[in-house]
């Protein structure tokens, strides 16, 4: 038994080590050496706007009245002489920034959300800039008499207010494109005080003298590029997702684009399509009804697009028709998600502890409300799992002192038949059965707890509202490493006190190996989130606290074993 878990321990520690490794390669801006990443282009100079077939195409064949699909770019397309203007709008949580050019949104600021680098400026979601391609677009694919109707890339003129004025609840944006065979298009932008969800208003009217049949597409296009300031000693999730009725949410990665490996549900009349990175999110939403084909793909050069396409029918002429979809682009606050569409709260992403996730993070929360202090309910949230745990711990604990108990007539026996390894063995069974001691007792109540904690390390990992969130003193950013690495400090030394107070395992080699492991993995708590290390220590401190209780309750005076390298 003892040489299987010294193996186990050495498989860990070894894979430990490599991944160590791997991190600190790329923490130093190398390649990573054992797992290595693909590499997307950086974007630089002149952002690249997206071409002529950044236009979808469906995939099913248009009525017969709306003729071929068309792009931008064909003989029969309007020429774009009309001059390009950036249109600034502000409400109380966004400032936007549109583009005449199809009237896309080309940028997205958060009043309330400081970039991670530089506090005094607002984050930048959206954007459109020599370091990034991030836009939401749309459009119709289709055409009138011989003529390309409107897209992300055809000239359209604005009219309305720029601003949210006090005491205002609504703010209206539109733009309108030229008549492109008798048909044009009216895109109504309406915001909303307090919200980062955007109603978007698509109205087709035909003046002219035949019918028309156009597609309305809807698109998110961005880089592959990781989001700046990312952490190396942790990975989240960046890319496209996907939401459907049947298959849920499906997250696609930049690399499966460039392979052709994308699997999704390509029809349905429910869902969304979105864009995630950590901590926020954009997201188009079409109501659940309107059959729609949904679309991952390659746009040029390290572009990719998601999105979704669905029919306005007929538009007959002298008549008008209104599509209406909504664009959310902002943080992943889940219960702002939660109440704006099903399953877009799964942007912020749990993996597969989510069923355990999503009740920590409802339990964080009404401790916040009742604390309103971030790291302090964090304390409080590691205090409750702790009591609810206290008998599996109790037991744990008990195994452990135990063990501690019986440990010195063990190491004696195996001085005394350290020539011997097949007798040793016997006798140290002997002593486990007439001690009545399991000497994995105090392993199996502990990895129960597991899940639970991983699940509350993603929670703490996940939530936005982390973000700048004070705790005391220098701590002023629960989501961003201590400056001072104070919190990763305390960390190792109650890791260490902790391993202290455990039983020395008789093999000297896994004993060595009880004090080197916590050391090697306390070298990522020095690049992680001070939330996270604030969880840890907190988990340190109370675990040490009940092992001195149940030691002295029976018998066993909690002693500290320290390490004998020779």
Request: glycine letters at 6%; aromatic letters at 10%; a neutral charge.
């Amino acid at each position: 038994m003892n040489d299987i878990r010294r193996t186990i321990l050495w498989v860990v520690f070894g894979f430990s080590l490599v991944l160590l490794w791997d991190q600190w390669q790329i923490h130093n801006g190398q390649k990573a050496t054992f797992f290595p990443q693909p590499v997307t282009a950086k974007a630089s100079g002149t952002a690249p706007a997206p071409a002529a077939s950044g236009v979808p195409t469906a995939s099913a064949p248009l009525p017969a009245a709306a003729g071929a699909a068309q792009v931008p770019g064909t003989p029969t397309a309007p020429a774009n002489t009309a001059p390009r203007d950036r249109i600034e709008v502000a409400t109380d949580v966004l400032k936007l920034t549109f583009d005449t050019e199809g009237g896309s949104l080309v940028r997205s600021e958060f009043s309330h959300h400081a970039d991670m680098a530089d506090h005094s400026k607002p984050l930048v979601l959206l954007d459109e800039s020599r370091d990034r391609v991030y836009v939401a677009q749309t459009g119709l694919i289709g055409s009138a008499n011989g003529a390309a109707l409107a897209t992300h890339k055809t000239p359209m003129t604005f009219s309305g207010e720029r601003a949210l004025k006090e005491g205002q609840n609504e703010l209206r944006v539109r733009f309108e494109s030229a008549e492109t065979g008798g048909v044009k298009l009216v895109k109504t932008y309406i915001l909303q005080r307090g919200s980062y969800a955007i109603k978007v208003q698509h109205e087709v009217i035909n003046t002219g003298a035949a019918a028309a049949s156009p597609q309305l597409y809807v698109q998110l296009v961005r880089d592959g590029n990781k989001p700046a300031g990312e952490s190396s000693f942790y990975s989240t999730f960046t890319g496209p997702a996907i939401y459907t009725e049947a298959k849920k949410y499906h997250k696609v990665e930049f690399s499966d684009i460039e392979k052709n490996k994308v699997d999704i549900d390509k029809t349905a009349d429910k869902g969304y399509v979105a864009m995630v990175q950590h901590y926020f999110a954009s997201a188009w939403l079409l109501a659940d009804g309107i059959a729609r084909e949904n679309f991952v793909r390659k746009i040029d050069t390290n572009l990719y697009a998601v999105g979704m396409i669905t029919p306005f029918n007929v538009v007959a002429p002298g008549q008008s028709k209104t599509l209406e979809a909504t664009l959310f682009t902002g943080p992943q606050e889940e219960k702002q998600l939660e109440a704006l569409a099903t399953g877009l709260d799964l942007v912020k992403d749990y993996g597969w502890l989510a069923i355990l996730a999503k009740p920590l993070y409802w339990l964080l929360d009404k401790l916040f409300g009742l604390i309103h202090n971030w790291g302090w309910s964090i304390v409080a949230l590691v205090l409750l799992l702790k009591i609810a745990f206290y008998w599996l711990n109790a037991k744990a604990y008990a195994s452990m002192a135990k063990m501690k108990a019986i440990n010195p007539r063990i190491m004696d026996m195996r001085e005394r038949l350290k020539d011997n390894p097949q007798q040793m063995q016997q006798e140290m069974m002997k002593i486990y059965r007439e001690e009545k001691v399991n000497p994995m007792g105090g392993c199996f109540p502990i990895m129960i707890q597991i899940p639970v904690f991983i699940a509350l390390y993603w929670v703490l990992l996940s939530t936005v509202e982390m973000r700048n969130a004070p705790w005391v003193g220098w701590i002023h950013d629960l989501s961003a490493p201590d400056p001072f690495f104070i919190l990763p400090v305390v960390m190792t030394l109650s890791t260490l006190l902790q391993t202290a107070l455990n039983p020395a395992p008789p093999d000297p080699m896994q004993a060595k190996m009880m004090w080197i492991m916590p050391l090697v993995f306390s070298v990522m708590f020095f690049f992680f989130p001070a939330g996270l290390v604030l969880y840890w220590i907190t988990n340190n401190i109370l675990s040490i606290a009940q092992q001195w209780v149940i030691n002295t309750r029976m018998g066993v005076p909690p002693q500290f074993n320290l390490p004998k390298f020779k």
